[in-house]
Nanobody, 118 residues
Framework: QVQLAEYGGGLVQPGGSLRLSCAAS????????MGWYRQAPGKERELVAG?????ATNYTDSVKGRFTVTKNGPKVDLQMNALKPEDTAVYYC??????????????WGQGTQVTVSS
């Protein structure tokens, strides 16, 4: 089992920055992918950014150039710059155990609210 604890989030003005952190504990040796998802009211949960064990990253198009995901051992951070009101959502940390492209196990954090508003 893997437990995820998220930190950061809050209220920020448009154009501002926030940093989210997620620390994994438990059987972290089984995790080979970590990422951030978000869910806005009335919308489906979507991938924001993720990073594999060997460092390869992927981003959804709407955050490219503004957000940066980094992983250091069992911790993954999401640096969010130039925030826009449409970035407002609950952000979730996710950890996966993958075999190739197949997800064997997945774990979710409890979510943290990010609100971008003037």
């Amino acid at each position: 089992q893997v437990q995820l604890a998220e930190y950061g989030g809050g209220l920020v003005q448009p154009g501002g920055s926030l940093r989210l952190s997620c620390a994994a504990s438990g059987s972290t040796f089984t995790v080979n992918y970590m990422g951030w998802y978000r869910q806005a009211p009335g919308k489906e949960r979507e991938l924001v950014a993720g990073v594999k064990d060997r460092g390869a990253t992927n981003y959804t198009d709407s955050v490219k150039g503004r957000f940066t995901v980094t992983k250091n051992g069992p911790k993954v951070d999401l640096q969010m710059n130039a925030l826009k009101p449409e970035d407002t959502a609950v952000y979730y940390c996710k950890a996966e155990t993958r075999a190739g492209d197949m997800v064997i196990y997945e774990y979710w954090g409890q979510g943290t609210q990010v609100t971008v508003s003037s």
